[in-house]
């Protein structure tokens, strides 16, 4: 038995300054930027929801430009398995989540829980 | 003056099948899927989120698959002109809501209100 929910919405930018991709989108969506720890904060910046709903995002990448979705998880390898058999394939490990990609094309992340409100919100699995 | 927030995400499936990519993305995330007015119910599919967060839709397109984001506004001609100026471009208007493209490429959409928390929630632009 494991639990799962979506975590949040990750703004892939293809760009060598997250500091004007982060502003970007902040002022588009009327949303903060908060600061991640240092370790973090080179390649991502997290857009404040004060309503404290989804984990939004702004990440500096190096592959054309999207967005993603995370899915959270308490156990990453029987969260990977119970998408495999929905369709969904694995891409690349990476650290400690896997990248993985729908049966409808769009790659997805799943991640360790991020959010404080993982266990009381996460579904639970058989 | 007027408002915009965050909207949701849209889960765009380059499919001719959108019932098995709102199968596979409902049973994914753990939510459960809304049937949608007949208009909208041709290419949209909603996922119902218990915690009334951010509206998160499956959609089949003709383009490649991907996840775009909504900002809604009770002005549209106002908020695609504020994010012109902050680097934004316009790309196509559809029916009432305009398609931009950010300066960091991901194409994205203007929309009016959808949800019943936009006056609550809504920024307040001057």
Redesign the interface.
């Known amino acids: 038995m494991h639990k ?3 975590g949040g ?1 990750i ?1 892939d ?3 060598a300054d997250l500091g ?2 982060a502003d ?2 902040g ?5 903060e930027q908060r600061q991640l720890p240092p370790d973090e904060a080179e390649k991502y910046v997290a857009l404040a929801d004060p ?1 404290g ?2 984990d ?1 995002e702004v990440q500096a990448v190096t592959h ?6 995370d ?1 959270e998880t308490d156990d990453i390898e029987a969260e990977v398995q119970r ?1 495999e058999a ?3 394939r694995r891409v690349a490990q990476i650290s400690t989540w896997w990248v993985m990609e ?5 790659r997805f992340c799943v991640v360790r829980p991020q959010s404080p409100r993982f266990a009381a ?3 639970v ?1 058989p």
Not at 27 to 31: I, K
Not at 64 to 69: A, D, F, I
Not at 102 to 106: M, S, V
């Open positions: 799962s929910k979506l919405f703004i930018c293809q760009t004007g991709a970007f989108w002022r588009a969506l009327g949303m309503l709903r989804l939004i054309p430009s999207r967005v993603h979705l899915i998408l929905l369709g969904a729908a049966p409808t094309g769009q919100e996460a579904h699995w």
